[in-house]
């Protein structure tokens, strides 16, 4: 959420020479997606066409040998008309780069801003983009682990251990009761693909109640699609304190979603399940990087109970009461 | 250099319907500008025109008491052909906005971009820019008070008092005695104007050798012209750590800054002096900013002993060496 790298823009002026994109006329730095240095930079032809691209250096969260597999996902994707930002070959074909000591890539902008209080029309729109992704994947022969799934979650417990107690007592109890359901209950056997796997408001670009674009892949992996959903779900339909539940608008997900990748009957089955383990999965990165970020750094700390809230949410509703009969 | 008051695209996107714009379709929080939170936003209106604005929530540093001087200020230069950002009225003719609580504008966006290592061409290009923006304030009848004048900076050197000597051995005794030299010889009787005082290649947008615009004038106020001259010159002509002085880019600056304003004998005779003011100044707010700044805050601490050594220079220096013949 912040620039970590300053480049020069006698530097950023001598990268763009790399591609056939016109010369630097405009270079922002901009607060926004993981941790990375993110730049707003336009370019101009010599015939005054103008262009604009996001300029992305990878600071220390996104693992550079995962990147090509995210340059072709979204290449996979875009050619099959999912609004995703492709990433930028140079005049070479080469679409990584280093700038200032750092793996840098130029991508696409999309335009579009992130809504915060998102709309049943703005989250149908999402659920249809989110399922069109998952269709969309289902050709692209790349695959990366996820990290973050139910062993990772085991592993995150276990490093939080009674530090959990400390930002609310009884939780460290209440996660180890969750991974004994989610271990006798994690469902086996549905359908894997791509999932982007952190479909927050802030990573969709709306254009009025339209999608304009799926932004910031870099927890993109081989999962359950409808664990996509689950996350997606909790990701839109609550307040931000997870207290309150938006029917109107996690009725409106599904839809959208099931309009354009219906939901075989193991997954509904399933899916409060997913719900659990998603709301579990944010629990315990927020618990996680509660526990270790000193509470006067500069970082805004999010809220782990937010996700104890959904949990509690999710553990009590029936599928029927998430997806419709 | 971060985005204090987070604005949610619902609140912004209502918020620009105050103004004959168009729609919001693309956000972006900036890092950029003095103490302030700003957003590069777009807005496309129903025949598909596309227009882009700086929108800015004034958070501590600016006074919003001070807000219509600058836009007045701006308005005049624009309409004399000055590059600099004009405040933009809403449709009842209001520039000054409140919006998340706190005073907003919404502002013309320039293209071009900070140099970090200015050549010659582009100091040239500066000063005649410089030069121009105080020909054309000529009649404008606003006036601001400089509190950074040598007042104030007797002010600071009281605030900062023995905690100058941990910046460095011997510091507060140097500022003391540069502080009776320059109460002794300050000039009187030089012409005064609208400055800009704070010229940075910061605030200067250069489309390749050119003044795309000047912006962030938030420091601007009435005080003598040529010790604008002297603040530019400081801040353009050296190695940032200021112990290389660039001569070709100092006579550069000058060059085209007398193109368009010529100096008369007396600002010739006081140059240095003024440049040691200006040196001074930066050297008192920076070891004030570094005094009050926890080491470990995420704030970068400009080193005030890079204007030490600017001190010195300007010190040793006549007005021949810094201004030709």
Not at 12 to 20: P, S, V
Not at 270 to 297: E, H, Q, S, V
Request: one cysteine or more; hydrophobic letters at 40%; proline letters at 5%.
């Amino acid at each position: 959420m912040a620039v970590y790298t300053q480049v020069p823009a006698e530097e950023m002026a001598h990268f763009l020479t790399r591609y056939d994109t016109g010369a630097l006329i405009s270079a922002k730095g901009i607060a926004e997606g993981v941790e990375n240095s993110n730049y707003l930079v336009e370019t101009q032809d010599e015939d005054g066409r103008r262009e604009r691209f996001i300029l992305t250096l990878y600071e220390k969260r996104v693992n550079e040998a995962d990147l090509p597999f995210f340059m072709d996902l979204l290449d996979h994707l875009g050619a099959r008309g999912c609004k995703v930002p492709r990433f930028i070959s140079d005049k070479q074909g080469n679409k990584l780069q280093q700038l200032c000591g750092r793996p840098a890539c130029l991508i696409e902008f999309l335009s579009g801003v992130s809504v915060t209080e998102p709309t049943p029309p703005q989250a149908a729109s999402t659920g249809r983009a989110l399922g069109e992704m998952h269709v969309a994947a289902r050709g692209f022969t790349g695959t990366r682990r996820n990290s973050l799934d139910l062993a990772g979650w085991h592993d995150l417990a276990n490093k939080c251990g009674a530090h959990l107690d400390q930002i609310a007592p009884g939780l460290a109890a209440r996660v180890r009761d969750e991974l004994t359901f989610l271990d006798a209950h994690w469902p086996a056997g549905l359908e894997q693909g791509i999932i982007h796997a952190d479909l927050f408001p802030d990573n969709v670009l709306m254009r009025g109640d339209e999608v304009g674009g799926l932004i910031d892949f870099y927890f993109s992996c081989t999962d359950i699609q409808a664990y996509d959903l689950a996350i997606t779900h909790g990701a839109w339909s609550f307040s931000a304190d997870g207290g309150t539940y938006h029917p109107a608008v996690g009725a409106a997900l599904v839809r959208g979603y099931t309009s354009v990748h219906p939901l075989v009957d193991a997954e509904r089955a399933a899916f409060p399940t997913l719900c659990r383990g998603a709301a579990l999965r944010f629990l315990l990165t927020r618990a996680y990087d509660w526990i270790n970020t000193p509470p006067d750094a500069m970082v805004t700390r999010k809220d782990p109970l937010a996700y104890l809230r959904r949990l509690d949410f999710y553990a009590a509703a029936t599928s029927e009461e998430l997806l419709g009969a």
